[in-house]
T-cell receptor, first 113, second 115 residues
Framework: GNSVTQMEGPVTLSEEAFLTINCTYT??????LFWYVQYPGEGLQLLLKATKADDKGSNKGFEATYRKETTSFHLEKGSVQVSDSAVYFCALSGVDSSYKLIFGSGTRLLVRP | EPEVTQTPSHQVTQMGQEVILRCVPISNHLYFYWYRQILGQKVEFLVSFYNNEISEKSEIFDDQFSVERPDGSNFTLKIRSTKLEDSAMYFC?????????????FGDGTRLSIL
């Protein structure tokens, strides 16, 4: 079935470190891919998206490239800040005539000063 | 920026009781969704709603669940007879269209605790 797999957390980094959170997917057809972020006590916020192969989504210094050949959508940021501490969810949509979001399990990021 | 709002933020209910979770989607959105997240598990799709009817539902969304848009602004999720395993964070979302490339906007969630 359709699914999203994320790397286990928590990921702990020092401020200004490089971030990668791995995300791979299994899907029939050509899904749209998303990263959502959840800050403490808040809901899910869209961080970025990509809707076709080789698209790069970017926002707030975060980037992810839709790689069809490796079925991946890894999240990267060159220099993290303490304020980036949150839970990050990879998700897909648009498979099997459905527009529901299918989420990964989430990866908690903790950035230390 | 327009927001999806959910009330209450936390609901505590005795097992077997009915509970209604409320959501106000973004005003010009037409598609509405409920998701839930049991503690430590993935966010799971429950149901989508368009034009006053359910457009898709998951296996989780059994006869104990129902959704309604009672007026032009609210969207509700009702659980008729709550079970312990219904304890979870429930998220409402809305989108302007159903196209997969259009983002769904989420509320802050209602934490439901069943005693």
């Amino acid at each position: 079935g359709n699914s999203v797999t994320q790397m286990e957390g928590p990921v702990t980094l020092s401020e200004e470190a490089f971030l990668t959170i791995n995300c791979t997917y299994t899907a029939t057809g050509y899904p749209s891919l998303f990263w959502y972020v959840q800050y403490p006590g808040e809901g899910l916020q869209l961080l970025l998206k990509a809707t076709k192969a080789d698209d790069k989504g970017s926002n707030k210094g975060f980037e992810a490239t839709y790689r069809k050949e490796t079925t991946s959508f890894h999240l990267e940021k060159g220099s993290v800040q303490v304020s980036d501490s949150a839970v990050y969810f990879c998700a897909l949509s648009g498979v099997d005539s459905s527009y529901k979001l299918i989420f990964g399990s989430g990866t908690r990021l903790l950035v230390r000063p | 920026e327009p927001e999806v709002t959910q009330t209450p933020s936390h609901q505590v209910t005795q097992m077997g009781q009915e509970v209604i979770l409320r959501c106000v989607p973004i005003s010009n959105h037409l598609y509405f969704y409920w998701y839930r997240q049991i503690l430590g598990q993935k966010v799971e799709f429950l149901v989508s709603f368009y034009n006053n009817e359910i457009s898709e539902k998951s296996e989780i969304f059994d006869d104990q669940f129902s959704v309604e848009r009672p007026d032009g602004s609210n969207f509700t999720l009702k659980i008729r007879s709550t079970k312990l395993e219904d304890s979870a964070m429930y998220f409402c979302a809305s989108s302007a269209t159903a196209f997969s490339n259009q983002p769904q906007h989420f509320g802050d969630g209602t934490r439901l605790s069943i005693l």
